[in-house]
């Protein structure tokens, strides 16, 4: 199994996991999520990064009964990691009949103990606040069917190993117990041999070498993408490359676009049978075609060990596949790039990519165009002096060269000229720094036809709140229930802060960043524009 929609689960539960536009399975998912649903319980070894939290929370959710109480609990070592469990857990349950209730330390119990009164199915919690809901016993275990301990290496590490036991010892026998660790250390297979019955042990290795893969991104458009691609490959003269995309539409587009400009690429992603598969990888490990385009399914179970970089043509929808597709390159002792491709209104998700790798992601310019055609000259004659001219042809080639009295010149030119027909000299130049600033950027508000508004009515509603000029407010876009206009990226920051929650045409409205894709404008929430 691969994909999410192979699993036996609810079609409610399988929504959710589509609304968190999740597709293909990381390897600890596809490894663990089939074996948990038969309720076995398991020890598993991943690293952070490797997608965890969805491995033990599909499982508990599928079983949940929203007719009986406390049903799941989850232990995590910090706050921190209760809140992140706890929201990724909400999120794929949307459209499931389940409460979820975070406990941990550090704010007032009074509020804690009104959520449990509601009767959650699931607790995420932390030790020291878990043990106090228990001899308060304001928390009772005893009817509870599965139990997880996640970072369980790291809460050892903490001094939680009394906590451990003292819960662990108020957990029925005859549950679901699943413990997961960065490493198995002794005290990990003490606890496991003590508490879990028969465990099904899956280890998976990280597939970062953090010291040989160097993380760069380039702050971008939409529409340069593409172009960026050919500056990157033809400036450092790459061999092999892998461009990561969310979708499998976005895959082809970009194969299509490349293909277009005469550069060898194939797509791989998960609508394509196993024997197209292994034909694209073929070629791919070949040289035969040297730009791979693919979907995260093809993150797993490579067996590719010199792709000179790895481009993230998207930011992943999840930090967790970040890693399985970096770990692409840098491999068998030798060193690796990855390249991001950043939108301005995604850069706050660099500091995200940063703690999970634990490593820096520098800015990376990309070359001119001038650069990039002095580069590709340059590597078109040395790369051809560098090769053993065959004896069989020497003598022709000689031959016909005085006979025709060619100029060499121009037989130099015209060849390199013909090397170099798939750059495009009219594109223009990608700097988005120089360009920040006269740039627009679109905003969503929920204002719409329903409402009784039209064009002149967000245009009069930015200049009287925003003190906008009417030239300044652009592609104005009215639906039913809401609407989008373009702004100046400049005050766009602005135009929030003065119309965002503000009460007009009888109602409170809303104006967010939106963000382009290939099937319209889609709003990116939470988006601060102080900390993109």
């Known amino acids: 199994m691969e994909k999410f929609t192979d699993l036996p689960i609810s079609p409610k539960l399988l929504q959710g996991i589509i609304k968190k536009k999740y597709e293909e399975m990381t390897l600890v998912q596809a490894r663990v999520i089939p074996l948990a649903l038969t309720k076995v319980d398991v020890l598993v070894e991943a690293p952070t990064g490797t997608g965890k939290t969805m491995a033990f929370a599909i499982p508990i959710?599928?079983?949940?009964?929203a007719t009986k109480k406390l049903q799941a609990v989850i232990l995590a070592p910090t706050r921190e990691l209760v809140l992140q469990i706890t929201k990724e857990l909400k999120e794929v349950a949307r459209f499931l009949d389940v409460k979820i209730v975070a406990i941990y330390g550090g704010e007032p119990i009074e509020r804690q103990l009104k959520e449990l009164k509601t009767n959650p199915q699931i607790i995420v919690a932390t030790p020291g606040r878990l043990i106090d809901h228990l001899q308060r016993q304001t928390i009772k275990l005893e009817k509870i069917n599965t139990f997880v301990l996640d970072e369980a290496d790291e809460m050892l590490n903490m001094g939680f190993k009394e906590d451990i036991d003292f819960i662990l010892t108020n957990v029925p026998q005859n549950i679901q117990t699943m413990l997961f660790s960065a490493t198995i250390s002794k005290e990990i297979e003490e606890i496991a041999k003590t508490y879990l019955k028969n465990p099904t042990t899956i280890k998976i290795k990280s597939e970062l070498a953090k010291p040989k893969i160097t993380q760069k991104y380039v702050l971008i458009e939409e529409k340069n993408k593409v172009e960026a691609i050919k500056r990157i490959v033809d400036f450092y003269n790459f061999k092999l490359v892998m461009v990561f995309c969310n979708t499998k539409k976005i895959v082809d587009e970009v194969t299509n676009a490349l293909l277009t400009s005469g550069y060898q690429a194939e797509a791989l992603h998960g609508d394509m049978k196993q024997s197209q598969r292994e034909q694209v990888m073929k070629r791919f490990r070949s040289g035969f075609v040297?730009?791979?385009?693919?979907?995260d399914v093809a993150a797993r179970g490579l067996d590719i060990d010199d792709v000179d970089v790895v481009i993230n043509f998207d930011v992943p929808f999840d930090d967790e596949y970040y890693v399985h597709r970096i770990g692409r390159t840098g491999r068998a002792n030798r060193s690796g790039l990855a390249v991001t491709f950043v939108m301005k209104n995604e850069k706050y998700r660099l500091k995200y990519l940063e703690k999970i790798t634990k490593s820096q992601i520098e800015l990376l310019r990309l070359p001119t165009l001038s650069e990039v055609l002095n580069a590709r000259v340059n590597h078109i004659i040395f790369g051809s002096l560098a090769e053993t001219v065959n004896p069989k042809y020497e003598k022709i080639i000689r031959k016909i060269l005085l006979e025709n009295e060619i100029d060499k010149d121009k037989l130099i030119t015209n060849l390199l000229s013909s090397k170099l027909n798939n750059i495009d000299?009219?594109?223009?130049?990608?700097d988005l720094k120089e360009k920040a600033e006269s740039e627009n950027i679109r905003l969503f508000i929920t204002l719409g036809k329903?409402?009784?508004?039209?064009?002149?009515?967000?245009?009069?509603?930015?200049?009287r709140k925003a003190n906008l000029r009417s030239k300044e407010i652009n592609n104005i876009d009215v639906y039913d229930k809401f609407s989008f206009f373009d702004v100046p990226s400049k005050i766009a920051q602005t135009v929030i802060k003065k119309v965002h929650n503000t009460k007009e045409f009888g109602k409170k409205i809303s104006v967010e960043v939106a963000s382009k894709k290939k099937r319209g404008w889609v709003v990116w929430k939470n988006i601060s524009l102080q900390n993109p």
Do not use: M, P
Not at 290 to 295: E, T
Not at 425 to 430: C, G, H, Y
Not at 451 to 459: F, P, T
């Open 61 to 65: 959710l599928e079983k949940i009964d």
């Open 290 to 295: 040297n730009i791979l385009v693919a979907s």
């Open 425 to 430: 000299l009219n594109t223009e130049v990608i």
């Open 450 to 463: 329903k409402d009784n508004i039209s064009e002149g009515k967000i245009r009069d509603l930015l200049i």
